[in-house]
Structure formats: C-alpha cells, structure tokens
Nanobody, 116 residues
Framework: QVQLVESGGGLVEPGGSLRLSCAAS????????MAWYRQAPGKQRESVAS???????SYADSVKGRFTISRDNDKSTVYLEMNSLKPEDTAIYYC??????????WGQGTQVTVSS
C-alpha cells in the first residue's frame, strides 16, 4: 500500500529554519509530482511548493525565496527546506504525491509551529 511519512516538524522561533522530509513507499516515486501543502487552524489547505518529475519547481508567493523543495528519487524522498520562518507559517504540513487524476496520495502531516 502507499505510504507517505512526513518528519522534521517542530517548534522554532521566528527567523529560524526547519527541514521537512517525506519518505514514500508503495509508488514508483520518480513518476510522481510531489508537493507540500499546509493547513493552518481555521483555514483551508493550501499549496506550498511542488516539484515535477522533471525537477521543475513552483512555489506559493508567500514562501518564495524562503522555502526550497527538492527530491531524491533514489531515496523516494521529497524535502522542504524552510528558512526565515514566520509565525504565519505555523500549520500542519502535508506531503502529496500525484500522478494524473486517479493517483493522488497524502501523508498524515507534521506540525510546524513558529513562535517565540
């Protein structure tokens, strides 16, 4: 079965950094577009960053220049490097794997809290 397991979340002070990881199993990882989403309390889930099979990336305007998404196909893992964190980055971060319209998988999420 498909599993996406996120790790690396935690509590960090404003201006700090975190690196999230998402290890995938049960899929041909290299064939999937991988993405990170987040959901803050009382808000809808929003896209943060994505990386295509080609390696091309896209980012939400709110994180451009601060976050970097990358993937390691040999390890079936996608990463999200988050720098210059702000309190408004506080959310549960979810890993997503997508291929076409019928193959769309989610991880359980990892909490990121930015607070002094």
């Amino acid at each position: 079965q498909v599993q996406l397991v996120e790790s690396g979340g935690g509590l960090v002070e404003p201006g700090g950094s975190l690196r999230l990881s998402c290890a995938a199993s049960g899929i041909m990882f290299s064939l999937y577009t991988m993405a990170w989403y987040r959901q803050a309390p009382g808000k809808q889930r929003e896209s943060v960053a994505s990386i295509a099979t080609s390696g091309s990336t896209s980012y939400a305007d709110s994180v451009k220049g601060r976050f970097t998404i990358s993937r390691d196909n040999d390890k079936s893992t996608v990463y999200l490097e988050m720098n210059s964190l702000k309190p408004e980055d506080t959310a549960i971060y979810y890993c997503n794997a997508r291929r076409g319209t019928r193959n769309n998988f989610w991880g359980q999420g990892t909490q990121v809290t930015v607070s002094s």
